[in-house]
């Protein structure tokens, strides 16, 4: 369809389903939480299999906190899990004897979470919660984590790295995984067009779907890896490792832009271990 020509009979040209466009923190927050409660039982009928109830994956190429342990010894410790969804990895970390607490700005997500823990005996506390400004108490937490959660989708992911240095205790470890910052070169498309260059590496223009009008109805935020470096640093934390997972020979499954094809030859995800320095 043109966009010239209004479909609704206004005058007005309608605006583009999706573009690059600035999107500020309200925006940004408002279009995750709306988009995740709408999005929240169709997301758990596709991925919850491989997600499991009480499973901890850090990403799609299936690599998992029990083969990785990149959050160290967890028993006894308290755990935020920034952005946790239906909190599957909050009730692993509960079944090996941790005491999380998940944060999700949304409302379905974390009544998904509800259902599956009364399921499983494995409850968990969660609390609904916009990840840039966390209610919690300073040096509440031992660890945090986060997998694919919160910062993909909020504006100041800088301001969310703050305050989980706020909320950590001195020493305490921060390991969260995002996109890998190269995927935003290349076409969201799981077959060879994938594999075709065609963006700036550099350009942090937000991703934006909309409604005609204007109003966004999901947004994603580009970080290249040296803003990554830079948020950790300023907000007091030192990057321990960064892993780039390898997509395994035997995985065959296919999760949107993430597939084997392109698993083999570009990497999906980036995973930043990271400490607070004491």
């Known amino acids: 369809m043109d966009i010239s020509d209004p479909a609704d009979g206004s005058g007005e040209a309608a605006l583009p389903p999706a573009a ?80 999380p607490v998940g944060i999700d700005l949304s409302g379905a997500m974390l009544a998904a979470g509800r259902r599956i823990g009364r399921a499983t005996d494995l409850e968990v506390p969660l609390v609904q919660a916009d990840a840039q400004r966390l209610p919690f108490a300073a040096g509440s937490f031992d660890l945090a984590c986060s997998a694919y959660g919160a910062l993909p989708f909020v504006a100041d992911s800088a301001g969310v790295m703050t305050e989980v240095a706020r909320v950590l205790r001195r020493g305490g470890r921060w390991v969260f995984s995002v996109t890998h910052p190269i995927r935003w070169v290349f076409p969201d498309d799981a077959g060879e067009a994938g594999l075709v260059a065609r963006d700036s590496y550099f350009d942090r223009t937000p991703y934006v779907e909309q409604e005609p009008d204007g109003t966004a109805t999901y947004v994603e935020h580009h970080r290249t890896l040296g803003d990554r470096v830079r948020e950790l640093g300023s907000a007091g934390f030192r990057l321990v490792d960064l892993v780039e997972p390898e997509w395994p020979e035997e995985h065959t499954r296919a999760w949107g832009q993430w597939s084997p094809l392109r698993g083999r030859i570009i990497p999906g995800t980036a995973i930043f271990v990271c400490e607070l320095d004491g």
């Not at 409660?37 to 169709?42: K, P, Y």
């Open 20 to 99: 690059r466009r600035p999107s500020g923190p309200a925006e940004s927050s408002r279009a995750s939480r709306a988009w995740w409660d709408a999005d929240a039982g169709r997301y758990l009928d596709e991925h919850g299999s491989f997600l499991g109830d009480a499973r901890f994956v850090w990403s799609p190429e299936g690599l998992s906190e029990a083969e990785a342990g990149l959050l160290g010894e967890v028993s006894g410790r308290r755990v935020l899990e920034v952005g946790c969804g239906a909190a599957q990895c909050a009730r692993w970390l509960a079944a090996r004897g941790a005491e």
